[in-house]
């Protein structure tokens, strides 16, 4: 299986954080987006950011901003399509999507992703751990980006039913911890400066 490129999705509202880029909070000596960025690289063959808004915002990290081509925050998967149609043009067959609030998420979730997915015609898997799976982070392959246009033009919203409904499989991470610990509150943030700095 070739390697995939990779596309962090950003493309969210924040709510739960006053608004504005997670990504962005300070996380050790750089920001979240940093240490999402690399932990991603050494996995893929290039990097993307999905995330809506002014791209400029982004531009010190020197890779292409996708803005969502469906109207009206969809969810993860209008990033999910917004990579898959920008890996279309890159001549790429899969992409590996990873959260931008998720900074400890684990350094071989690529190949597990591929190993889950070996054999499948259109390779297709999300990372879980033992409480359920963890839908933002996963293994998308490029030839069906037309149907997931469809579902969305149709409404679909849900990660997991469109997957589901391509026979989408699971990669498990139960090592324990809790490798998809995402920063949604000022709580969360003050945790993962924590972690960080331990680690």
């Known amino acids: 299986m070739k ?25 050790g000596t750089g920001t979240i987006l940093d240490q999402v960025i690399d932990r991603l ?34 969810g993860p998967l209008a990033g999910v399509l917004a ?34 997915a070996e054999g499948m015609a259109h390779p297709l898997a999300l990372a879980a751990t033992p409480d359920g799976r963890q839908p933002t982070f996963g293994l998308w392959p490029v030839v069906l980006r037309a149907d997931l246009r469809a579902a969305l033009a149709g409404g679909l919203r849900k990660v997991v039913q469109w997957t589901d409904a391509h ?3 699971r990669a498990l991470f139960d090592e324990g911890g809790d490798p998809f610990f995402n920063v949604n509150t000022p709580q969360d943030l003050a945790r993962a400066q924590h972690m960080a700095a331990r680690s």
């Open 3 to 27: 390697q995939p490129l990779g596309v962090i999705l950003a493309g969210g509202r924040a709510t739960r954080m006053g608004g504005g880029d997670k990504g962005l909070l300070p996380l």
């Open 41 to 74: 690289r050494p996995q893929v063959a290039g990097l993307a950011l999905n995330a809506n808004g002014d791209p400029a915002r982004f531009a010190f990290l020197g890779v292409p901003v996708l803005p969502d081509s469906v109207e009206g925050f969809a």
């Open 83 to 116: 990579g898959l149609d920008w890996a279309a043009g890159e001549g790429a067959e899969t992409i590996v999507t990873v959260a931008a609030d998720t900074p400890f998420f684990p350094c071989d979730l690529v190949p597990r992703l591929q190993l889950a």
């Open 167 to 169: 026979g989408g499989r």
